[in-house]
């Protein structure tokens, strides 16, 4: 075979992989901290403007959101936690995962957390949408004042068109995410860099001293300015999440790169605007371009702030599914946008709560002006979780001692804390809107854990151990249940028990196949199953099978194809002769199930709207029956 290729460089394949890579992380993981710039500075002036705004007070603004990138973004997020991964995943469900392998008496404690955590995301990625898509619209005012009226509506069909898109999939279009969104920061640089040189004063902004003497002078008012100085690091916690989507590498070199050196030039060169134009502080961000290039920003504005809102409605719809993977929401129906990216998926269900919810905050507000008071609270929560949570990380995956992860965690954990406090001063105005939305995602959440558990238990004890049922079975064959040819294939949660399908199937029908399979799906705290464990077989008997297929979290469940793959691995039965058995439980509840009466009603709504098994596992509709029972819970 002729090898002119070989003596291509890998170094070179290897330079352009990072390169594309990290292109495609700044449109997916950097898009909401992207549009920051948009609204933080604005809201954190508006504390201190009312008697006029001193040159310090500005320089400890930008002091104070300059290090809040570094401590919190760069050193936590960027630097530590890239490398907290599960087999590659990040993000809370992912790293709770990871901690559940040897949680030992913590597991209660780190499921809430991780729950709590996820909640918050969910919450976030409402609100991210509404705020960010609003304030690029807003840009219209000073472009078209008489657009003004119009500003709600034009968001309202903007966000529609986002969420009305997401089931078409979105391969075609993250290819131009990266790109736009990197335009978006270099014009952002750009913006910051011509106005630097209104005052190279502010360059002292970069002495954490100002920082700090800012929140030791304004005292209270300082910790409220720090709820507006948070706003430059949302989105933070899509650096973590999206971590399996493009790795490490490619993340910390786009952060490196472009995106922190274009967020601070721009917060340099605000902040420098406002100094010599105080009037400015009303919009710095818009303000700091010519009016010939007012229009061109906001429609890239607009731009980057529908591919934040994607990057977070992605994110959103990964989460749930690795929440229902590890049992922590009931199956739901996940459609998968693209044959060769099984990490681009559509939740219907998930989709329209999205939209619901975003529609509701964009018209309860009105303005982003607004709407950044609510904004803040969830991913401050989420944070002090996270970093929770890596403490245990720490100590239990790195051996770390208890004194090195104090010393690392603990003043990052204060920092938060700080952040939290602040954040919750605006509860009032409108904070409390992601708490409710993050308590409803707990609840439901916990609720689907808890009765699960409960009805595993309940069911447990009338279950017949499946040795006994077998030797029974075969013990009396002359005078038992007709045979009938082919294979018969029953999915339970239980291996260990009789099926309740295939007593049913006894008790009404009394017939037993020629071969039948215990089938088993589990799965594993890994984003993914290696082929050598995918499977588990064991012949229990002439006429009994019992196969275990394990499955990541972040796979698809296709249990049609895993069998195809069995097949192949020398289980032998007929595709066409098989048919597969569920049981289908209808849920009454009791007084006395150890849940409040509205708990266990939410519980059998949850399980009432589950999907279908037959469609969730990719069974062939046609070879599947379904037994149903009666169980009080």
């Given at each position: 075979m002729p090898q002119e290729h070989s003596d291509t460089p890998a170094p070179q394949k290897t330079v352009r992989s990072l390169f594309l890579l990290a292109l495609g992380s700044v449109g997916v993981v950097y898009g909401d901290i992207g549009t920051s710039p948009l609204y933080a500075f604005r809201e954190a002036l508006k504390p201190i403007g009312h008697d006029g705004i001193e040159r310090v007070e500005i320089i400890g603004l930008i002091s104070l959101m300059i290090w809040a990138l570094t401590i919190i973004v760069t050193f936590k997020y960027v630097l530590f936690l890239l490398r907290a991964d599960n087999d590659g995943e990040g993000g809370t469900l992912s790293l709770l995962a990871l901690l559940m392998k040897n949680a030992g008496r913590y597991t209660t404690i780190l499921t809430v957390m991780g729950l709590v955590g996820a909640a918050l995301f969910l919450g976030d990625a409402m609100i991210t949408?509404?705020?960010?898509?609003?304030?690029?619209?807003e840009g219209l005012k000073l472009v078209?004042?008489?657009l003004t009226d119009y500003i709600v509506p034009i968001a309202v069909v903007i966000l529609i068109a986002i969420f009305a898109v997401q089931s078409r999939g979105t391969g075609a279009v993250a290819n131009f995410f990266g790109p736009i969104t990197a335009v978006w920061?270099?014009?952002?640089?750009?913006?910051?860099?011509?106005?630097?040189?209104?005052?190279?004063?502010?360059?002292?902004?970069?002495?954490?001293?100002?920082?700090?003497?800012?929140?030791?002078?304004?005292?209270?008012?300082?910790?409220?300015?720090?709820?507006?100085?948070?706003?430059?690091?949302?989105?933070?916690?899509?650096?973590?999440?999206?971590?399996?989507?493009?790795?490490?590498?490619?993340?910390?070199?786009?952060?490196?790169?472009?995106?922190?050196?274009?967020?601070?030039?721009?917060?340099?060169?605000?902040?420098?605007?406002?100094?010599?134009?105080?009037?400015?502080?009303?919009?710095?961000?818009?303000?700091?371009?010519?009016?010939?290039?007012?229009?061109?920003?906001?429609?890239?504005?607009?731009?980057?702030?529908?591919?934040?809102?994607?990057?977070?409605?992605?994110?959103?719809?990964?989460?749930?599914?690795?929440?229902?993977?590890?049992?922590?929401?009931?199956?739901?129906?996940?459609?998968?946008?693209?044959?060769?990216?099984?990490?681009?998926?559509?939740?219907?269900?998930?989709?329209?709560?999205l939209l619901f919810g975003v529609l509701s905050l964009v018209l309860l507000f009105q303005s982003s002006e607004a709407l950044a008071t609510a904004y803040g609270i969830s991913v401050t929560g989420a944070m002090v979780v996270t970093t929770v949570m890596a403490y245990q990380f720490v100590r239990s995956r790195w051996r770390w001692s208890v004194l090195l992860s104090l010393v690392f965690l603990l003043p990052l954990l204060v920092l938060e804390m700080v952040f939290l406090g602040a954040n919750l001063l605006k509860v009032h105005d409108g904070g409390y809107i992601p708490v409710l939305f993050a308590g409803g995602f707990t609840v439901v959440m916990w609720t689907w854990r808890r009765g699960s558990a409960i009805l595993f238990t309940k069911t447990r004890h009338a279950d017949i151990p499946l040795q006994s049922f077998i030797t029974s079975i075969e013990r009396k064959s002359e005078h038992g249940p007709v045979s009938v040819p082919g294979t018969a294939i029953f999915l339970t949660s239980d291996p260990e028990t009789a099926p309740a399908a295939l007593l049913h199937n006894l008790k009404h029908n009394h017939v037993l196949h020629e071969r039948n399979i215990i089938l088993t799906i589990k799965t594993v705290n890994r984003p993914r199953a290696t082929p050598a464990e995918r499977f588990v077989a064991e012949s229990l008997s002439e006429r009994f099978s019992r196969v275990e297929i394990r499955f990541g979290f972040m796979e698809s469940q296709n249990v049609s194809q895993a069998l195809a793959q069995l097949r192949?691995?020398?289980?032998?039965?007929?595709?066409?002769?098989?048919?597969?058995?569920?049981?289908?439980?209808?849920?009454?509840?009791?007084?006395?199930?150890?849940?409040?009466?509205?708990?266990?009603?939410?519980?059998?709504?949850?399980?009432?709207?589950?999907?279908?098994?037959?469609?969730?596992?990719?069974?062939?509709?046609?070879?599947v029956v379904e037994l149903g029972s009666h169980v009080i819970i």
């Open positions: 949408p509404a705020l960010s898509v609003l304030s690029a619209v078209a004042p008489q920061f270099i014009v952002m640089a750009l913006g910051g860099i011509v106005h630097i040189a209104d005052d190279f004063g502010i360059f002292a902004a970069f002495n954490p001293w100002y920082a700090i003497s800012f929140m030791l002078r304004e005292g209270f008012l300082g910790i409220v300015v720090l709820g507006a100085v948070f706003l430059t690091v949302t989105g933070a916690e899509a650096l973590y999440a999206d971590l399996g989507h493009f790795g490490r590498r490619p993340i910390q070199w786009a952060w490196f790169v472009l995106v922190f050196p274009a967020l601070v030039l721009n917060y340099l060169g605000q902040g420098a605007l406002v100094m010599k134009h105080p009037e400015a502080a009303s919009d710095p961000f818009f303000l700091m371009f010519p009016e010939w290039a007012l229009l061109p920003v906001v429609i890239l504005a607009t731009a980057a702030t529908i591919i934040a809102s994607q990057a977070v409605i992605t994110g959103a719809f990964s989460l749930v599914r690795q929440g229902i993977h590890l049992g922590f929401l009931p199956r739901m129906e996940i459609l998968f946008t693209s044959e060769t990216n099984t990490g681009q998926i559509y939740l219907p269900s998930v989709n329209t709560l192949r691995g020398g289980l032998k039965f007929d595709i066409m002769s098989t048919s597969f058995y569920l049981g289908r439980r209808k849920l009454v509840p009791d007084a006395k199930s150890g849940m409040p009466y509205w708990q266990d009603r939410l519980f059998i709504t949850l399980a009432n709207s589950a999907a279908d098994p037959s469609d969730y596992f990719r069974l062939p509709a046609n070879r």
